[in-house]
T-cell receptor
Framework: KAGVTQTPRYLIKTRGQQVTLSCSPI?????VSWYQQTPGQGLQFLFE???????NKGNFPGRFSGRQFSNSRSEMNVSTLELGDSALYLC?????????????????FGAGTRLSVL | DQQVKQNSPSLSVQEGRISILNCDYT??????FLWYKKYPAEGPTFLIS?????DKNEDGRFTVFLNKSAKHLSLHIVPSQPGDSAVYFC???????????FGTGTRLKVLA
C-alpha cells in the first residue's frame, strides 16, 4: 500500500511569490492534515480536511490556504511568501479523522516539502 | 502558548540501556496521546499511542506511560539501539478538534 506522497520535495521561491504544495493520502484515507515544521518550533498545525471540508484551522495568517478534492488529494497554497515561511511542510493522512475510533485517528506522514524563500 | 512541551531538546544514552523521553501537557481535555519518530529527510513515523483511559501501553521495546494527574507522558525504550537515534515527538489530541498538538521534539542519540 503506497504511503503519503508529497510533491515537490524541494522548492525555492522568492519573497512575494506564491506556492502550491500537493499531498496524495494513503488510499482509503479521507482526512488530510497539514503542518509546518521549523527548527525549535516542532510541528505547527495548519489545517485539516475531511471529505473536502476544512474542519479545523491553526493560527496561521490568511496567506495560508488549502483545499481537498473529491479523491481526498489535498493542496496547500501560500501567497505573498515571506522569508519566515521557509520550513518543512508536512502532510498527514488518517482513515477517518479525529472523530473516529482512536485507532483510525493515527496520522501517517509524507516525507514533506522543503520550502526555501529567498 | 505551548500546550505540549518536551523540555529536553536532546538525550544521549548508551546502547542497551533505557531511554526515557518525557512530555508534559497543559490541556486536561486531551484524550489521546502519540509518539512519533523522525529521521532526517523523512516524515514522522508513528511509534505508539495511548488513550487517556489507560496509564500504560506496551509494544515490544517501547512503552508509553501516562500520568493524568501530573499531565505527564513518557516513552521508555528498552533496550536502546543505535537505530533508535532520531528525533522523537509527542503529540496530543482533544476529541472533536480534528488536530494534533505536537511538542518541539527530543533528539535521541544512542551511543554504540
Amino acid at each position: 500500500k503506497a504511503g503519503v506522497t508529497q510533491t515537490p520535495r524541494y522548492l525555492i521561491k522568492t519573497r512575494g511569490q506564491q506556492v502550491t504544495l500537493s499531498c496524495s493520502p494513503i488510499s482509503g484515507h479521507r482526512s488530510v492534515s497539514w503542518y509546518q515544521q521549523t527548527p525549535g518550533q516542532g510541528l505547527q498545525f495548519l489545517f485539516e480536511y475531511f471529505s473536502e471540508t476544512q474542519r479545523n484551522k491553526g493560527n496561521f495568517p490568511g496567506r495560508f490556504s488549502g483545499r481537498q478534492f473529491s479523491n481526498s488529494r489535498s493542496e496547500m497554497n501560500v501567497s505573498t511568501l515571506e522569508l519566515g515561511d521557509s520550513a518543512l511542510y508536512l502532510c498527514a493522512s488518517s482513515h477517518s479523522g479525529l472523530a473516529a475510533p482512536l485507532a483510525k485517528n493515527i496520522q501517517y506522514f509524507g516525507a514533506g516539502t522543503r520550502l526555501s524563500v529567498l | 502558548d505551548q500546550q505540549v512541551k518536551q523540555n529536553s531538546p536532546s538525550l544521549s544514552v548508551q546502547e542497551g540501556r533505557i531511554s526515557i523521553l518525557n512530555c508534559d501537557y497543559t490541556n486536561s481535555m486531551f484524550d489521546y496521546f502519540l509518539w512519533y519518530k523522525k529521521y532526517p529527510a523523512e516524515g514522522p513515523t508513528f511509534l505508539i499511542s495511548i488513550s487517556s483511559i489507560k496509564d500504560k501501553n506496551e509494544d515490544g521495546r517501547f512503552t508509553v506511560f501516562l500520568n493524568k494527574s501530573a499531565k505527564h507522558l513518557s516513552l521508555h525504550i528498552v533496550p536502546s539501539q543505535p537505530g533508535d537515534s532520531a528525533v522523537y515527538f509527542c503529540a496530543a489530541s482533544e476529541a472533536g478538534t480534528y488536530k494534533y498538538i505536537f511538542g518541539t521534539g527530543t533528539r535521541l542519540k544512542v551511543l554504540a
